[in-house]
Structures are given as structure tokens and as C-alpha cells.
């Protein structure tokens, strides 16, 4: 053999050495998926990342007690594995104290740094990650917990979460879990395109049936369906969208009451002010911000001094709120208004300039930005009913509107001081002739009517910003209703509130805030020409004359 054929067929048995060592190789590399799949943990050591999120997946539904800690440990940056993988490969979770194994949680002496390797994730493992972290809690035994897991299924729809869903929903008992549960399958199953028609069809029932946004949107981004899908999915959104509707005429007219509530309670003094003095007091918008204010120092001094009873702030400030804003409309009686009756025009006037000579006062001692005044946890979150979501601190709002309604009523009903109101409300010479005391009777009518304005502060401290300028949104608005309603009339206070409160959010959405508010202005003046005394007037010589 020649020199040069040796070098060829050395050459060659080269090649071949090489080309055995490649298929080798990649023989390894093609088997090395097999045990991974068996093995979550292997999975998640490998250095795929579609294996990775196999891994994840898997290890979420295997039921391991370290299942969350290692989940969580692979989304924090923390899960190491061998340099070199290999399906026997070890895993670590790195603590604050050193490593621990992750199939066994079991403390582990630092492996050498060159043989360990960060798990990386990417967008795929990540979005395995969330999925696997909702799915930890299908199983928990709280049925709140198992219902927001099934509803992050719902949201994301993962494909690979359609097995875990089954799994999950053969074992639940509680019904409005399996209700979450169903519709989350319903997703997946029409997202990932799995399924045979009947399935299909059974799905989009499921979605229609739970008519919402997020259902009318996932069904409508559905493409390539067959025509029978197809064409359930149109006649599904069709039926959501009229179930919108009519949850959205509901929406609007909770929205309504409960600006009518907090018109009701901005009101009602100035209704009583307004009937039995006839003062067209400006400054009435100024008691609603002291009642404000008035929270928001009693909050703090809650939080100085007894900072067990910050859950109960709110209850404090309230008869803090009445006396504070009382008082000091009895000293603006007492000092100014006494001296204006029959002078509508230099009442008005004076009360303006009292409004803004408080408005200055309260930005030189707070300061002119908003103040923070917080919510306690009991009025905080929402309720949902069916399509419709019932904020609580409106809640709160409404129902407490009804009790301060109800307790004036019995004031001014049954109370020694509310028979002298009405007596001169009615009639005042007649009463000063029976010996009713008319200019105290103002003074504590007047005292009355202030103090609940600043109740109306303490609620509308809640939904609104603690600002010099609050009273001002309302002050208009109450002479609206008072007007609406009947001058001196609690019921007819409460009709002009919900009225005004419930067009006003009826025609919003279609005209805007500013021309919806106009709308309702012009109904206004025409309804005051054709009834001036109101829906409610009130009734009695002096009335009639």
C-alpha cells in the first residue's frame, strides 16, 4: 500500500470514527427527552425549553408536595441544575443559607460552581409557569382558592392545561367552582382548536351562558372555525351582547342611586334650611367639605393615639362630623344670617362670600392639595351579581343615606324640636304667636341642616377627593333637588335625588359629562315652569300665600 492510500484509508476510518461518535450523540440527544417526560424534574433540568415547560406542566398535575417550591424557586431565578444534563442529573434550589435538593427539600452541601447552570426560562416557560401556579390551587381545600385558580385557567387558556382542568373537575364537588372549571375547558378547548363539533358546539353554550366581556371576546377572536361552529359562535355573541345591554341599563341605574344617595345626603339639610328659612345659603357646600375635613382629623388622631381603633374611624367621625359642621353653622345663623332674613338677594351674596372666606381657612390650615382619607376594610372590594358589580363602599353610602333619611324623618316626625320646625315651616307668625321661640328654632333648624351636611362629607370622603373645593361639585346639584323635590319636603328630597342622580347617568354615556349635565338643566327649567312648587309642595297658609 502506498503512501498515499494509507493516509486515505486512515482518513476514512477517521470519518467513520466521527460519524459514530455524531450518531451517538445524537442518539443521546434524541432519547434524553423520553426520561425527561417521566421525570418533571429531569424535564425541568433539561436545556429545551419546550422540555422545560413540559416539565413545569407535568410537575404542577404529579400532585408533589415540592411542587410550589419548586415552581416558585424556577420563577425566581433561584433553581439550578447540572452543567452536563443527564436524566439521573441533580436539581437545586439555592436558599439564603445554601442549596437544597429540590426533589427532597434536604440541605446539601454547595455543589462546585462550575458544574451548576442557572435555569433559564423564556416567554414559553413563563407563561408554563403561571399556568402550573394557578393550577397548584385547583386542588387546595378552600373552594375560594380553587375558584380564582380556575378562573386564571379560564383567562389564559393554555392548551396544555386542558388535562389538569379534567383532572380537576372530575374531583370537584363545590358547583360554582365547577361552573369556573367548565368554562375554563370551554376556553381551552376552542382556543387550541381540540375537539370534534359536538364538543365545539357544547363549549360555546358554555361560553354564551356565561355572558360577559371576556367570553364575548374570546369567542369573537375565534378563527377558521367549520360553519356549524361558526355559526353558534355569531348567534352567541349575539345573545351576549343583549345581555350586556340589559346588564348595562342595571349598571346604570345602581350608578344612578347611588349618585342620588349622595345627593340626598348632600341635600337634605338644605332642604330643611332652605324651607323653613327661605335663606339661600351658598355656604352650604362648605359644611360637606368640614364634614370631610372632620374625618380626616379624627382619622389621624385614631392613628396617634389608638391605632387598634383605625377600623372604627369612620364610625367616630361621624357624630364628630355632625357636631363640627352644626356648630358652626349655628355661630354663621347666630352672627350673619339673622340679620338678612327677607333679603334673598343679600343672603345669597353674604353666604358667597362666607363660602369662599371657608374655602381660604381650610387651604391655610391643610394645605390646597388633596388630604388621604382611607377606607376601612369593611367597606372596600365588590359584590357581583350576575353580570353586574356592586362596588361596597357604595353600598355603605346608600344604605347609610336611607338611615340619616329615616332618622330625620322621626326628628322632624315625633321629636319636640321637629314639631316646632314644622309648626314654623308652616306658619311662622302663627308659631311665634304660641310661643315657639322662631329665632332659636333658626338657629337649631339651621344647626340641623348643617350638621348633616357634614354626614354627607364623612360618605362622600370615601368616593370623592378631600379638597377645599369639594363642597362646590354638590352645591348646585342640592338646590336642584331641593327644588325638584318640593322646597321643605324630606320626600320629595328623596325623589328629586334619585331622579336627578339616575338621568344624569342615564344620559352621560351618550352625550358626555358636560352636555348630559346641560340636558338635564333644560328638563329642569322646563319642569319648573310647569310645576313651580315641585313634584312634593309643600302645603299650608303660608305656602299658599
Same mark, same amino acid.
Request: glycine share 12%; net charge neutral; charged share 10%.
Given at each position: 500500500m502506498t503512501p498515499m492510500q494509507s493516509k486515505i484509508a486512515a482518513g476514512g476510518r477517521c470519518l467513520r470514527s466521527c460519524g459514530l461518535v455524531l450518531a451517538l450523540l445524537l442518539a443521546a440527544a434524541l432519547a434524553w427527552p423520553a426520561p425527561a417526560r417521566a421525570d418533571p424534574f429531569a424535564a425541568i433540568a433539561a436545556t429545551?425549553?419546550?422540555?422545560?415547560?413540559?416539565?413545569?406542566?407535568?410537575?404542577?398535575?404529579?400532585?408533589?408536595?415540592?411542587?410550589?417550591?419548586?415552581?416558585?424557586?424556577?420563577?425566581?431565578?433561584? %433553581?439550578?441544575?447540572?452543567?452536563?444534563?443527564?436524566?439521573?442529573?441533580p436539581l437545586f434550589i439555592r436558599t439564603d443559607s445554601g442549596f437544597a435538593d429540590a426533589r427532597t427539600g434536604a440541605k446539601v452541601s454547595a455543589p462546585p460552581p462550575l458544574n451548576l447552570r442557572r435555569v433559564i426560562v423564556n416567554d414559553s416557560v413563563r407563561a408554563a409557569i403561571e399556568t402550573a401556579e394557578g393550577a397548584l390551587d385547583l386542588f387546595s381545600p378552600q373552594p375560594a382558592a380553587r375558584r380564582r385558580a380556575a378562573e386564571a385557567l379560564y383567562q389564559s387558556a393554555a392548551p396544555g392545561a386542558l388535562p389538569l382542568i379534567e383532572r380537576a373537575l372530575a374531583k370537584e364537588r363545590d358547583a360554582g367552582v365547577a361552573r369556573v372549571l367548565r368554562e375554563a375547558k370551554a376556553a381551552t378547548l376552542l382556543k387550541s382548536g381540540s375537539g370534534d363539533i359536538p364538543a365545539r358546539l357544547a363549549a360555546v353554550a358554555e361560553l354564551a351562558a356565561r355572558a360577559d366581556l371576556s367570553a364575548r371576546s374570546l369567542l369573537a377572536s375565534l378563527q377558521g372555525q367549520p360553519p356549524t361552529v361558526a355559526s353558534a359562535i355569531s348567534a352567541a355573541i349575539a345573545t351576549i351582547d343583549r345581555r350586556l345591554e340589559l346588564w348595562g341599563l342595571l349598571e346604570n341605574v345602581y350608578y344612578g342611586i347611588s349618585l342620588g344617595a349622595v345627593l340626598?345626603?348632600?341635600?337634605?339639610?338644605?332642604?330643611?334650611?332652605?324651607?323653613?328659612?327661605?335663606?339661600?345659603?351658598?355656604?352650604?357646600?362648605?359644611?360637606?367639605?368640614?364634614?370631610?375635613?372632620?374625618?380626616?382629623?379624627?382619622?389621624q388622631l385614631i392613628?396617634?393615639?389608638?391605632?387598634?381603633?383605625?377600623? %372604627?374611624?369612620?364610625?367616630?367621625?361621624?357624630?364628630?362630623?355632625?357636631?363640627?359642621?352644626?356648630?358652626?353653622?349655628?355661630?354663621?345663623?347666630?352672627?350673619?344670617?339673622?340679620?338678612?332674613?327677607?333679603?334673598? %338677594?343679600?343672603?345669597?351674596?353674604a353666604t358667597w362670600g362666607l363660602s369662599l372666606i371657608l374655602q381660604q381657612a381650610v387651604r391655610s390650615i391643610f394645605g390646597p392639595t388633596n388630604q388621604n382619607v382611607t377606607s376601612p376594610d369593611w367597606m372596600s372590594g365588590a359584590v357581583s351579581l350576575g353580570g353586574l358589580t356592586l362596588t361596597v363602599n357604595r353600598l355603605w353610602i346608600i344604605a347609610f343615606a336611607i338611615l340619616v333619611l329615616a332618622a330625620l324623618m322621626a326628628v322632624l316626625r315625633w321629636g319636640g324640636l321637629g314639631r316646632n320646625i314644622r309648626a314654623v315651616m308652616q306658619n311662622r307668625r302663627m308659631a311665634a304667636a304660641m310661643?315657639?321661640?322662631?329665632?332659636?328654632?333658626?338657629?337649631?333648624?339651621?344647626? %340641623?341642616?348643617?350638621?348633616?351636611?357634614?354626614?354627607?362629607?364623612?360618605?362622600?370622603?370615601?368616593?370623592?377627593?378631600?379638597?377645599?373645593?369639594?363642597?362646590?361639585?354638590?352645591?348646585?346639584?342640592?338646590?336642584?333637588v331641593v327644588v325638584v323635590g318640593g322646597v321643605g319636603n324630606l320626600w320629595g328630597t328623596l325623589f328629586g335625588a334619585m331622579l336627578l342622580g339616575v338621568v344624569d347617568k342615564f344620559v352621560e354615556p351618550f352625550e358626555g359629562a358636560v352636555l348630559a349635565k346641560i340636558i338635564v338643566l333644560v328638563f329642569l327649567i322646563l319642569f319648573i315652569q310647569r310645576r313651580p312648587g315641585g313634584m312634593f309642595p309643600l302645603k299650608g297658609r303660608a305656602a299658599e300665600a
Open positions: 429545551n425549553f419546550d422540555a422545560v415547560a413540559d416539565g413545569v406542566r407535568a410537575l404542577a398535575v404529579s400532585g408533589n408536595p415540592r411542587a410550589a417550591a419548586v415552581i416558585a424557586a424556577l420563577r425566581d431565578g433561584r %433553581l439550578y441544575a447540572w452543567r452536563w444534563p443527564r436524566p439521573d442529573a340626598l345626603l348632600a341635600a337634605s339639610g338644605l332642604a330643611i334650611t332652605f324651607g323653613v328659612m327661605g335663606v339661600i345659603n351658598m355656604a352650604h357646600g362648605e359644611m360637606v367639605m368640614v364634614g370631610a375635613y372632620t374625618t380626616f382629623v379624627v382619622q392613628a396617634a393615639f389608638a391605632p387598634a381603633l383605625t377600623e %372604627l374611624g369612620l364610625l367616630f367621625a361621624i357624630p364628630a362630623a355632625f357636631v363640627v359642621a352644626g356648630l358652626l353653622g349655628m355661630a354663621i345663623e347666630r352672627t350673619l344670617i339673622r340679620f338678612l332674613y327677607g333679603r334673598p %338677594l343679600e343672603t345669597l351674596l310661643g315657639i321661640r322662631t329665632p332659636w328654632i333658626d338657629a337649631l333648624t339651621f344647626g %340641623l341642616g348643617s350638621g348633616i351636611a357634614g354626614i354627607a362629607g364623612v360618605a362622600l370622603s370615601q368616593i370623592d377627593n378631600v379638597s377645599p373645593n369639594l363642597g362646590q361639585n354638590y352645591i348646585i346639584d342640592s338646590f336642584l
